[in-house]
């Protein structure tokens, strides 16, 4: 009798490495957390502190505190906000200032004061 052959192949689905996320691997876990406590740290204090009536208060909140979200909960380029602004801080930190000398343009080259110090440790390398 002829065996069949049997084929061992398992599709895998999109949301495979999604485990630790929200709302079905869209948003992860950091960047809500993170958006949670910017919209407490932003939002209390305008909620008590500003003098308007209910209705405006509510539009301010809206124009101010849901662009806050949206961002903190996508996060900047795969990292977090807060990740984002660590490279931020940390790029300023350690920044270092190249200079680069300019093409066509013929610098001054100062001849250094000759002394008999000079030339003795010259002589001496040489």
Known sequence: ???????????????????????????????AV????????????????????GMIRIVVMVVTLIPLAVLAVMGIDGDSLFQYMGHICKFWIHRRK??????GYHYETAKPASSGKTRR??????
């Not at 049997?6 to 079905?24: E, H, M, Q, R």
């Not at 949670?36 to 500003?50: R, T």
């Not at 190249?98 to 093409?103: D, E, G, P, Q």
């Open 34 to 53: 993170e958006a949670g406590i910017l919209l407490l740290i932003v939002g209390c204090p305008e909620f008590a502190w500003i003098p308007m009536p």
């Open 121 to 126: 440790r010259k002589n001496k390398k040489a």
């Open 98 to 103: 190249l200079h680069m000398r300019r093409v």
């Open 1 to 31: 009798m002829e065996e069949k052959e049997i084929k061992n192949v398992y599709a895998i689905p999109a949301n495979y490495t999604d485990s630790g996320k929200l709302f079905g691997g869209m948003v992860d876990t950091r960047n």
